[in-house]
């Protein structure tokens, strides 16, 4: 598994044990990433810029830091 899908996953964790609305949530990380995280494969590489779109999206939609 790489760096991009287990940032993913995380994020998906933290939506569900927070209790926020799944579809709201993922939409504004959509918006601010430019990509659904419930389409990141285990297999998908490892996008640099992909990765850094989703830490800054972590940061300011759910204030999560992803390291």
């Given at each position: 598994?790489?760096k991009?899908?287990?940032?993913?996953?995380?994020?998906?964790?933290?939506?569900?044990?927070?209790?926020?609305?799944?579809f709201?949530?993922?939409?504004?990380?959509?918006?601010?990433?430019?990509?659904?995280?419930?389409?990141?494969?285990?297999?998908?590489?490892?996008?640099?810029?992909?990765?850094?779109s989703?830490?800054?999206?972590?940061?300011?939609?759910?204030?999560?830091?992803?390291?």
């Open positions: 598994m790489g991009l899908y287990d940032y993913c996953s995380q994020i998906q964790r933290h939506i569900e044990a927070r209790g926020l609305d799944v709201k949530t993922r939409g504004a990380l959509a918006i601010e990433c430019g990509f659904l995280i419930t389409l990141v494969d285990e297999n998908d590489a490892d996008d640099p810029e992909k990765i850094e989703l830490r800054r999206a972590a940061r300011s939609v759910l204030g999560l830091s992803l390291d």
